[in-house]
């Protein structure tokens, strides 16, 4: 096994402090839990009496040295804790601030907006939490210098009282940032809810009552915070919960605030700037003057009449094709995976993962498709929608009931509905790496988990930056009761609003499907953490909803929303408790912002949604409504047709069971811009639209 070295330091005089002037041995250990068999590894260095926290020195430090001599690489968690993130902090620094509440508050409404909006774009993307962190360094530097304050930096002064010093005490501090960062970043993602609100809107013409959608929105959303909370303790904690999605923001964080005097420092702030303005500056051309951009295809431009070449190499509208080798010049879709998945941070075994498994599914959707398995050229190549046999559009209503259950009478006459191939496989897929999750947790993560709950319990977490904010004594930790409280009342909600909506699911089915969160958020967190990639149990949890209460698609809904979304939300507020503790944010402001933010988003994602166009299977080059009708297909397909389409010797059973288990803008009028060369009437790539 590899080693790295341990360094303990000794203690520096006051007139060394210029100097790196450390008196270190170098031990070798094994390798810490990046290595991810290893044991759990008790860093040894004395907080109090070290520079390691000095990531900006210019040039390396002792702890950034081989055995060799010369820089190492960045290889496990203690390296991606140590050498990349500063243990500066600075616990006089006040949080809660005019400028925090304004501008959070803010932020959040035009994240939650926009993040709506953008889920139901043609590609859907998240709202950029880089994005999020730039425009509110920006607005916060301006307040610092427009608000009447005592500080040095105000235009106007005011008397220094505490009034005035909550208006504008002084510098746009870091941890104002990253409060401002959690809250607006919260609420900016699309609540699953507004999935079930907008299918019953579209295909079951129900509009929920009001408060009915607000209390489920709330209850939904904050539901996983519980969970998250009581896990925290190995699942934030630890050193080996690296979240190396992470990185990027704590690196700008730390360049905007910190370490100001360094050279290497100033240089890297100017080029940020300078990249951050190119940005700016070029995005008006992909999105809205020459929307080609987005997609370049070459074998489209070639041959603009064939369907197989769009079907292969076109990608640039919903639902068009598979994108092979189209080159992307929208950054808006190459960052896509917003703080989850990036070419930049990443780690490099998952991104390979990734590709091969997106490898494996481009070949096998064409396979399928030019086979004609399961009539699939009857239907569209790419659809989240249930067809005839015909290929004409399944009409749901039509085989329920008023109550919408289903009526196995008026099946008998509609007939069993149809995936397309390619649907089908995605959802295969989406099921069988659930197995492969639990068992890669099972031999690489189990013990290594199980050792730091018992440690915990005995002695405390030994992570540095956990020691420096429980050492300095002025951060007050959440109690689990806290956690287990936000828990208790959001099931109360829960229940309530389940029963309120006529949803038709049992508490007892609600009760089961929280539970099953419960046991997916260590598998699934673990894996969030320590490879950067959290795979979706929502195809599970959809099927067991199936089992559990079958013939009603809505009650398969909300439970797919309590059995799914909870385990998304606890991801959440987990990677932000970690952005918190490496940032040094007390764990109390996390929790406060979180929440904040979790409900003001849940409550304008309520009044923004798009209905004219998101039945259309390829919607436009604007709006798409593939999220919505995969969600209510999957809901007609588990909740009312488990038994019929599923079950063993059934038309999918064979490949759902068999192999699963054997392996494991809102509103408002829309304003196109005028159409050129680069922004074509029909597919922005030019390939042949068919549909």
């Known amino acids: 096994m590899d080693s790295i070295p341990v360094i303990h330091l000794s203690k520096q005089s006051p007139t060394d402090s210029s100097k790196v002037n450390e008196k270190a041995t170098i031990s070798s250990r094994p390798v810490s839990y990046a290595d991810e068999k290893s044991a759990h590894v008790d860093e040894k260095i004395a907080l109090a009496d070290s520079n390691i926290g000095d990531v900006f020195a210019e040039g390396p430090r002792l702890i950034d040295l081989g055995e060799d001599g010369k820089e190492r690489p960045i290889e496990t968690d203690a390296d991606y804790s140590l050498r990349l993130i500063s243990l500066e902090d600075d616990p006089t620094l006040p949080i809660f601030t005019f400028r925090m509440w304004f501008l959070g508050l803010g932020l959040s409404c035009f994240g939650a907006v926009l993040g709506q909006i953008f889920y139901f774009r043609p590609q859907t993307v998240l709202v950029s939490r880089l994005f999020l962190m730039i425009i509110s360094y920006l607005l916060g530097k301006l307040l610092e210098e427009i608000i009447p304050g005592p500080s040095a930096s105000a235009k106007i002064k005011m008397p220094d009282n505490h009034f005035w010093r909550f208006m504008n005490h002084g510098p746009f501090n870091i941890k104002e940032h990253v409060a401002i960062t959690i809250m607006s970043s919260t609420a900016s993602s699309s609540a699953t809810a507004i999935s079930i609100f907008a299918a019953q809107d579209l295909y079951y013409n129900v509009r929920p009552n009001v408060a009915v959608g607000i209390f489920t929105l709330i209850g939904s959303q904050l539901i996983g915070y519980g969970t998250a909370g009581i896990m925290r303790s190995f699942l934030v904690y630890p050193t080996f919960a690296v979240y190396p999605q992470l990185m990027p923001n704590i690196q700008l964080f730390e360049t905007l605030h910190r370490g100001q005097e360094a050279v290497m420092q100033k240089k890297r702030l100017k080029f940020f700037w300078i990249i951050f303005i190119a940005i700016f500056i070029w995005e008006w051309f992909p999105e809205y003057i020459a929307p080609t951009l987005t997609g370049i295809s070459i074998f489209c431009l070639a041959d603009q009449k064939s369907a197989w070449v769009t079907r292969v190499f076109g990608g640039a509208a919903g639902n068009e094709g598979l994108g092979t080798f189209s080159l992307c010049l929208d950054w808006a879709y190459v960052g896509a995976g917003g703080d989850s998945i990036g070419a930049l941070f990443t780690p490099l075994a998952t991104q390979l993962s990734l590709y091969g498994g997106c490898a494996v599914c481009m070949v096998a959707f064409c396979a399928c498709y030019a086979m004609n398995t399961w009539n699939a050229q009857n239907f569209p190549f790419l659809t989240q929608l249930l067809y005839y046999e015909n290929g004409t559009e399944y009409n749901q209503l039509s085989i329920l009931n008023d109550d919408f259950t289903l009526n196995p009478e008026k099946l008998a006459q509609q007939g069993l509905p149809w995936y397309a191939a390619s649907q089908l496989l995605f959802m295969v897929s989406r099921t069988i790496y659930i197995g492969a999750a639990i068992t890669h947790f099972l031999l690489w993560h189990s013990k290594t988990v199980f050792s730091i709950i018992l440690q915990s319990r005995k002695s405390g977490c030994t992570d540095l930056h956990y020691q420096k904010m429980k050492v300095m004594n002025v951060y007050k930790e959440i109690s689990n009761y806290w956690y287990l409280a936000i828990f208790i009342g959001t099931l109360g909600m829960a229940l309530g609003t389940a029963y309120g909506a006529n949803s038709g699911l049992p508490w007892w089915a609600l009760i089961i499907a929280l539970v099953f969160a419960w046991l997916f958020v260590p598998i699934i967190g673990t894996l969030y953490a320590t490879v950067g990639y959290a ?75 798009k209905r004219d166009v998101l039945r259309s299977v390829q919607g436009t080059n604007v709006w798409s409504g593939q999220q919505v009708q995969s969600y209510n297909s999957a809901a007609i397909a588990w909740g009312a047709l488990a038994k019929p389409l599923y079950a063993t010797g059934t038309r999918y059973g064979v490949m759902i069971f068999v192999w699963t288990f054997a392996v494991g803008g809102g509103s408002g009028t829309v304003h196109p811009f005028p159409t050129w060369a680069l922004n074509p009437e029909g597919n922005p790539d030019y390939c042949k639209r068919l549909t």
């Open 535 to 609: 795979p979706s149990i929502e195809n599970m949890v959809q099927m067991l909803g199936g089992a559990l209460v079958p013939g009603r698609p809505v009650a398969n809904m909300y439970f797919t929303l309590y059995g799914f979304n909870t385990v998304a939300q606890a991801l959440a507020l987990l990677q932000d408790l970690k952005l918190g503790q490496y940032t040094k944010l007390p764990p109390i402001v996390t929790f406060v912002v979180q929440t904040i933010g979790t409900v003001i988003g849940g409550l304008l994602n309520f009044v923004i949604m």
